[in-house]
């Protein structure tokens, strides 16, 4: 094998192991509904986990997909620690009744919707590795999404 070649194999090598790193979005649960774009503006999704910065603004917007008709949409967020989902408080968890979400209630069936949302980490909020999970429900409390994904807290 030649020096190229071997150069070559291990460069392949490399971005195998690289990109296997890279954290996905994934679901948990969605059930009357899916979700087909995130984006949160501390991730690189090239990252083993998202990153998070204490004392700092995150941006989030997400596209979904109802696969009902929907009148109200509660959104609802964990930290997941141990398989043990604890509860993140939520400044504004009715997102038909926030104007700055993007969401007009009542959604229709199978219409994409983009919802944003900016919150702020607070400097107190303890630095460490969790999963992060994400749900949007109806008012029938159906999941209409469930996104989970793996977050550092720095």
């Known amino acids: 094998m030649t020096r190229k070649?071997?150069?070559f194999l291990l460069l392949c090598v490399l971005c195998c192991i690289i990109s296997?790193?890279?954290?996905v979005f994934e679901d948990c649960g969605s059930e009357v509904g899916k979700f087909s774009?995130?984006?949160i503006s501390s991730c690189d999704p090239s990252e083993e986990k998202?990153?998070?910065?204490?004392d700092s603004k995150v941006h989030v917007s997400m596209k979904f997909t109802p696969s009902v008709d929907v009148n109200n949409v509660?959104?609802?967020a964990f930290g997941v620690l141990l398989d043990v989902p604890v509860p993140f408080p939520?400044?504004?968890p009715e997102i038909c009744k926030d104007p700055d979400s993007g969401v007009k209630c009542p959604l229709k069936k199978d219409v994409e919707v983009e919802?944003?949302?900016t919150?702020?980490?607070e400097k107190t909020t303890p630095a460490l590795s969790l999963d992060v999970m994400w749900e949007f429900r109806n008012e029938k409390d159906e999941k209409i999404t469930c996104v989970k994904f793996p977050a550092k807290i720095k």
């Open 5 to 7: 070649n071997v150069g």
């Open 115 to 117: 919802y944003k949302v």
């Open 50 to 54: 998202c990153s998070i910065n204490r």
């Open 20 to 23: 296997s790193l890279a954290f």
């Open 119 to 121: 919150f702020f980490v």
């Open 74 to 76: 509660e959104a609802k």
């Open 90 to 92: 939520l400044e504004k």
């Open 37 to 39: 774009d995130i984006i």
